[in-house]
């Protein structure tokens, strides 16, 4: 079993950075792909970023393209989203989630380990 734990989500006006942490707790995260998603209210959930177990990033949602960063730290146990110059699109719960799969890709069916969720709200 692998427990993960995101943290990192808060209040931000437009244009701010965020830093997203997610550790993992249970098992050696080097041995997971993982991803972040996200959802809105009343909206589907939508991978945004996802790392592979060799480091290697891919962006899903056109939209945060040239603007997050998805990283991992293995020695730490723990995966980053960092965001910058947010917009009020990117309000939603990120959640973060991890893959027995070393590149499991943007598909959620693939990810068996989910976090609770942290609340990311930017204010035009």
């Known amino acids: 079993q692998v427990q993960l734990v995101e943290s990192g989500g808060g209040l931000v006006q437009a244009g701010a950075s965020l830093r997203l942490s997610c550790a993992a707790s249970?098992?050696?995260?080097?041995?997971?792909?993982m991803g972040w998603f996200r959802q809105a209210p009343g909206m589907e959930r939508e991978c945004v970023a996802t790392?592979?177990?060799?480091?290697?990033?891919?962006y899903c949602a056109d939209s945060v393209k040239g603007r997050f960063t998805i990283s991992r730290d293995n020695a730490k146990n723990t995966v980053y989203l960092q965001m910058n110059s947010l917009e009020p699109e990117d309000t939603a719960v990120y959640y973060c989630?991890?893959?027995?799969?070393?590149?499991?890709?943007?598909?959620?069916?693939?990810?068996?380990?989910w976090g609770q969720g942290t609340q990311v709200t930017v204010s035009s």
């Open positions: 790392i592979t177990t060799s480091g290697r990033s891919r």
């Open positions: 249970g098992r050696t995260l080097s041995n997971y792909g």
């Open positions: 989630a991890a893959s027995g799969y070393s590149a499991p890709g943007s598909d959620s069916n693939y990810y068996s380990y």
